[in-house]
């Protein structure tokens, strides 16, 4: 078990490692002179260049900048933002708990709709309800979230002027307590339901993969033919069973998932770290960028180490593989 | 889910094939899939025929954000240019870069999956650890990082999508390739001292083929929901048209809202194009799961 | 084992319930404070709130006194509002200078200037905004970052006379536009109190509580979301008769529209709508559409740096022949807009009207380059430089995040394919192509187009065209050289009247035209649909709301 521990935590170092080293590399293949294009006015003085230089840490040799930014980084510094003068790490900070709290109240809705279907497509493996969920899955998991995003804001915000035209609240409301916290929750709706329609459709084709997995073994034909009711089998042995892969792709699959953030964020301006990729982008603001990437692939391995660990005390068999 | 079922070489590889795409074509969703391909691929390789106005040119002042007419069929942009014929052009970049990037992906993948399954040891070891780094990979922020870095170009957004997705295919390449390795028709080729880049070519490779054809799909599909979402974030080639960068002028232009024939065909392209090679790759994986032909009654 | 696994998938369901009730209840705290000063404002009648629309690319992101003020539309919009400056240019058609913390100024030379400020005028703090502060503004704040360095307010010594008199010594004469305009345009005058303990990284300073003097104090600000201000009670100007303006920021054009037409925002934050959107606002209830010359111009700029025939006068004469104007006026701006042939708008009293005016000529653009001796040699549609055989093709990166750019750019090519020059259009980052444009020498472009907002006081515009040999501080993006024009334009920046004034501007204005560093097509509308059953009296300057152009939030009025 410890060397288990250990071993994983030593992967994930390195993998980290690397993408810090890689982040380096990718940003300083970046066209044009960065420090120049911080300016907008390009009445800029080569001293003022020079000073703007060094206060970025781009002086000096490709081998002294990396240096600096390693050990910028492990002081929790990830550099000047260039649009907005101030740390990256505050930047990215304050836009952290509107994306958890989008993602995870989607992500919350998905698994318990995904799991449900998934699991009844599962156990009616090859009749007509199986192969209309899994078809309606497989449409919801291919209509991209942006373009999804996009028809939900024509329809209901637009055309049906029913639903908030983005952001996250009302602005300049004024609201207090429990109506700011609902006036959150109403601007929330769409760009929650852009995700949580791709989401479900993953969720339901991983848990009826599972579910047929699991179907086939031999606890459940035992089960079977110890003449147990349907339903009963169904929750107590198959369905329960069939979670856990679940749980662990869904830890393989966040860096894929974090794509419906991205893309939803950008359609409804939702201000999270999603849309601070997207700003990022538009303005060019390479330390910016280069933190948001980091953060997410940090969120990524320790959400995968947590996920591992879960599953090592949940599933003593993993323990054994290794 | 690929990985299980395989068909043994020695048999006559045509009667194969052919029984494969026959299972293919009576699963509902394989068919659903192929024809919806079939009628994309049409597109794309008679688009000259098809589209009615050129779609690069721009129009007079008189046909900007006219309605479908029988002159446009699904109306005009706001340059001015005809949606039916970009939609119909766009269909050629988007399955071109799918193609070309799934090959790209799959050729790498099925490469270093067959070298790391093949030879294991510390070569393996290593080819693992790089595909788990990649696969560790928030794809779509690196794709955004990449495509920001490295400039909106149809080759860059290609270049980003191989690098990115390869790892993937090589690590189910590699565990078939491990289960093969035991099987006693690679042993036989062993034994008589075939060398090694034969057993690896000749014997495994048509093996994982059938695993290759499901990857490649799963690619296509892939490259082509990438290539959109990178254009609609506008990193995309705004020079070539494609159903992303249509989504991300109309979306740029103000006229969104006003002008639906502008925004639903390209949506609905990418959806239909994307849904019907994830059908085609559920088709195809159903298949070639053991058993599939027996409880179909073949 | 069973329980076990049973209680790990609820338990983990419960703990993302949990957080998510959480992290609401966390976000929901954060919002108390903020909206605590609303509950006692909301005694009195409902404050009349006037309330703008901007996209996402426009907002606001920080309040530090950075470029992200003077380049983002909303900053553009917020900075006068919220801080005084020593004059304020006013509204059309005369555009006068008014006097605003300063009552008056004189100067015998142009190169000495006094100002007397107003006395008893106070921060929103409280403090009172003296010659200290003005000092400090001009010692400090203006070199703090490239974006507030303007010629007119670099000066060589500055003398606080007494608390409401200042006397400054200017580097260089400044003939403010025949003496209409005194110096300190677009220079804010920011508390000394405030900013003196950072004064040395101004630009990094987080100026959460943006203190300034102006007609709005800063209620509430949410970075990228939206902008509250409240009147300025004590204000000594006239106005504003609205108690609150809220800037918000929606996530694209479309979005923004689609408020206006909802009746949740009252006008368009900047520059107004993109003509494709106006025909939507037609004849609409409440809604009326006003439209004015725009403030912005766009040009085609030319490398003469990048040794390609794109140096030569003939091939450049005849690409802006060439260009079919009045299609680009159609298609790009559905007919919102009008020709124009240099910096200075038709209207304006220095506008020469006998410039060279390249109208669109598609043989005579074929003559030129014929006569320049360019054929088709190698027959394949593009023409050859006689010289060395390349072919005319140019390299033409175009903003990409603009896309009247990115459709002038094509219309542009479509029509000089038909004389035979092929342009590669690239659509390129803004800030990757405004690299490559502000340095011509790194040869990474050959044409391309800019745009600049000049304005009526244009006298900062001309530095497009200064050599760098005379001091061109990279504004120059054709790395232009003529020693007649820096000489007119060293002569009109001190001149002291405005004939003498007008005659550089004329001449300037000719040279331009015929060495062609950059051509001039077309000068976009502002085309800005407001909503009136909330407000009414917008006032026009090229637009109801752009930087030279606050005047709408401090004089409209709340509809009885």
Partial sequence: ????????????????????????????????????????????????????????????????????????????????????????????????????????????????????????????????????????????????????????????????????????????????????????????????????????????????????????????????AKGLRERLIRKRHALRNALLPVITITGVNLGFAVAGIIEAETVFSWPGVGRLIYDAVLKRDYPLLQGVFLVFAAAIILANFVIDLIYSFVDPRIRVGE | MAETGLLKTTDTQKKKTREFFQLLLGHGMGKTGIIIIIIFLVMAFFSPLLWTNDPYKSGEAKDILVKPSAEFWLGTDDMGKDVWSQVVYGARVSIMIGFIAAVITVVTGAFVGIVAGFFGGKLEEGLMRIVDFFMMLPILPLMIVLAAVLGPSIWNIVFVISVVSWPTTARVVRSQVLSLKERPFIEAARCIGAPNKRIMFREILPNVVPLLFAQSILMITETIYAESVLSFLGLGDASKISWGQMLHFAFESGAMSNSPWWVIPPILSIVLLIVSFSFLGTAVSDVLTPGYKEKRGY | MRTTKHGLHRGLLIALTLFVVLSMAVFAGGQQEGAGQAEGGAEQAEPVRMTAGFTQEESLETLSPTDAWQYGEMGCMFWPLVYDQLWIMGPGPDYEAIPALAKSWETEDNQTWTFHLREGVEFHDGEEVTAEDVEFTLEYFVHSDPV????????????????????????????????????????????????????????????????????????????????????????????????????????????????????????????????????????????????????????????????????????????????????????????????????????????????????????????????????????????????????????????????????????????????????????????????????????????????????PYADWVWEFARSYENGGEGWNTAYYNSEEFDSHLKALLSADTLEERKEHSYAMQRILSEDLPFGFLVRPEAIDPVRTDNVTGYVEAMGISNWINPWSYIKAKPVE
């Fill in chain 3, 148 to 455: 507030w360095e303007y010629q007119e307010v670099m000066t060589t010594d500055i003398q606080v006379i007494d608390k409401y008199t200042i006397q400054f010594t200017l580097e260089e004469p400044h003939g403010g536009a025949g003496g209409k305009y005194p110096p300190g345009f677009w220079t804010p005058i920011v508390p000394k109190h405030i900013f003196e303990p950072v004064k040395d990284s101004i630009p990094s300073y987080p100026n959460e509580e943006a203190i300034g003097s102006g007609p709005f104090q800063l209620k509430e600000f949410k970075s990228g979301e939206f902008v509250w201000l409240e009147k300025n009670e004590d204000w000594w100007g006239e106005g504003p008769y609205v108690d609150e303006v809220v800037f918000r920021m929606f996530g694209s054009e479309d979005a923004r529209d689609m408020a206006l037409k909802r009746g949740d925002i009252d006008m368009i934050g900047y520059a107004g709508v993109d003509p494709v959107s106006a025909k939507q606002f037609e004849g609409l209830d409440n809604i009326e559409i006003l439209t004015a010359g725009g403030l912005q111009i766009p040009w085609v700029t030319f490398n003469l740096h990048n040794d390609t025939p794109i140096q030569d006068l003939a091939v450049r004469q005849a690409i802006m022949y060439a260009i079919n104007k009045q299609r680009i006026a159609d298609i790009v701006y559905l007919g919102y807009a009008e020709r124009v042939y240099g910096f200075i708008y038709p209207e304006m009293s220095e506008f020469n009207p006998n410039v060279k005016r390249y109208n669109y000529d598609v043989d005579k653009a074929k003559e030129v380059l014929a006569g320049a001796g360019y054929t088709d040699t190698d027959g394949n549609g593009v023409l050859n430089d006689p010289e060395t055989g390349e072919d005319l093709e140019f390299e033409g990166p175009i903003n990409s995040q603009k896309t009247y750019m990115i459709k002038t750019m094509r219309l542009i090519s479509e029509d000089l394919a038909e004389i035979g020059i092929k342009i590669n259009v690239k659509p390129t980052d803004q800030s990757t192509l405004l690299d490559y444009l502000y340095d011509p020498v790194s040869d990474n472009y050959t044409i391309s187009l800019i745009d600049e907002e000049p304005g």
């Fill in chain 1, 1 to 224: 078990m410890r060397n288990f521990l250990i071993r994983k935590v030593i992967a994930s170092i390195v993998t980290l490692y690397a993408i810090v080293t890689a982040n380096f590399v990718i940003f300083r293949m970046a066209p044009g002179d960065p420090i120049r294009m911080m300016f907008r006015d390009p009445r800029v003085s080569a001293e003022q260049l020079a000073e703007q230089t060094e206060k970025f840490g781009l002086s000096g040799s490709l081998w002294d900048q990396y240096l600096a930014y390693m050990g910028n980084l492990l002081q929790g510094d990830l550099g000047l933002s260039f649009w907005q003068k101030r740390p990256v790490i505050d930047v990215i900070a304050e836009r952290i708990p509107q994306t958890l709290m989008l993602v995870l109240t989607a992500l919350a809705l998905a698994v318990l709709i995904g799991t449900f279907f998934g699991a009844l497509a599962g156990w009616k493996s090859g009749k007509k309800t199986d192969s209309i969920i899994l078809s309606t899955s497989l449409t919801l998991y291919s209509i991209p979230s942006f373009a999804m995003g996009i028809v939900l804001l024509m329809v209901f915000a637009y055309i049906l002027t029913i639903f908030p035209l983005g952001g996250i609240r009302t602005p300049a409301s004024g609201f207090t307590g429990i109506r700011s916290v609902l006036d959150v929750l109403w601007h929330m709706i769409l760009p929650a339901f852009s995700i949580i329609l791709w989401y479900v459709g993953e969720y339901i084709l991983l848990t009826r993969s599972s579910m047929l997995d699991v179907l086939g073994q031999d606890y459940i034909l035992t089960a079977r």
